[in-house]
């Protein structure tokens, strides 16, 4: 058992890990102490704690927010979860880490300090000529707490990680999650059945390997792991709860409860996305010709200007190739577009 730290008995009575973690920015003095029902917390660092109760369990479950600072809802969402848990108000049948990705950026209120945390992972931390900085080794220290969470959970374990983010701008599809590339094995219909309960039926199915947390957690961990997009970005206090309420219910049953049981899979439930291209910014010069209001899943009819990177415009070049994740502001190099294109429940779903 490690020395009880000065903020311990203030954590055990409040149970209001946020708040510490937000006036430690960086770092906090790792600690564990054990709930009255027996469930072990380990916090072991700003942002990240882990709960693990008694007896054997068969999922690990990582529930990651504030990856960017400024996307407030999945925070509370997790913060009442956090609150719950500590105060004996919810019992646990599963391991669960909690992650508050980037609390400087929460305290700022902006995306990031000096370098977007999601581009980072999967290794991207540290990069050859390219000097660290807090977001970089904060990126490096996530990687290793998941590591050593999913390596201590019981063998055969399933392992979950569900990355809690809301977008930019608005979206025809208010919710929607970002499936990782899996290279080459099925995509799973008992995690889009989880979505579904979590109130997200819009999933885009990535193509390539990526920097993000969820894609690290997915190829280097085995996890079915996603990034689920749970709105609009919108200031604390701001949001609509009400609005969160199947995914916090359904989280909460996952974490809860031995097994969970989802209604039966209809593929017409889904709406379903495959990224057909990426555009990056590579010019100083960059723009889109659409507003910025312009929302999340809006098509364009085929020849119609996507972007224009210098001298170099972008077309559609498919009949209702819709645009995601648009951002003109991104660092040269990085990626300002995705398009996507509907598709269809087939055999490469089991």
Not at 182 to 198: A, N, V
Request: glycine residues 6%; negative net charge.
């Amino acid at each position: 058992m490690l020395a009880k730290p000065d903020y311990l008995n203030e954590l055990i009575n409040s149970g209001d890990f946020l708040t510490l973690s937000r006036d430690n920015e960086w770092h906090l003095e790792a600690s564990e102490f054990a709930l009255e029902n027996g469930t072990r917390v380990t916090v072991h660092d700003t942002g990240v704690i882990e709960f693990q109760p008694q007896g054997t369990t068969t999922k690990d479950v990582v529930l990651s927010s504030a990856v960017h600072g400024n996307e407030t809802a999945p925070i509370e969402i997790c913060d009442e979860l956090i609150k719950t848990i500590i105060k004996g108000e919810l019992a646990l049948n599963q391991r669960v880490l909690f992650i508050f990705g980037n609390p400087k950026s929460i305290n700022i209120g902006l995306r990031f300090v000096e370098e977007n945390l999601n581009r980072l992972f999967n290794g991207h931390h540290t990069v050859e000529g390219v000097p660290m900085n807090d977001e970089r080794k904060r990126a490096a220290k996530l990687e290793e707490y998941v590591t050593d969470f999913f390596a201590r959970g019981e063998q055969g374990s399933a392992r979950y990680h569900y990355d809690l983010h809301t977008a930019i701008r608005g979206s025809k599809n208010e919710k929607f999650a970002v499936y990782p590339y899996l290279h080459g094995k099925p995509w799973k219909k008992t995690q889009l059945q989880f979505l579904l309960s979590c109130g997200v039926n819009t999933v885009l199915m990535m193509k390539s390997p990526a920097t993000t947390f969820s894609y690290y957690s997915s190829f280097v961990h085995g996890a079915d792991s996603f990034t689920v997009e749970l709105g609009q970005v919108k200031p604390f206090g701001e949001n609509d709860m009400a609005r969160f309420a199947k995914t916090k219910q359904t989280l909460t049953a996952l974490i809860s409860q031995k097994e969970v049981q989802y209604p039966q899979f209809n593929a017409s439930d889904f709406e379903l996305f495959a990224v057909h291209r990426t555009i990056n910014r590579t010019q100083q010069d960059f723009s889109f010709p659409f507003s910025d209001d312009a929302e999340n899943f809006t098509g364009f009819a085929k020849g119609e200007l996507l972007a224009t990177d210098g001298d170099t415009p972008y077309y559609a070049d498919v009949e209702g190739e819709a645009i995601i994740f648009p951002n003109a502001h991104v660092a040269l190099g990085q990626r300002a577009l995705l398009t996507v294109i509907p598709m269809h429940v087939d055999s490469n779903f089991v």
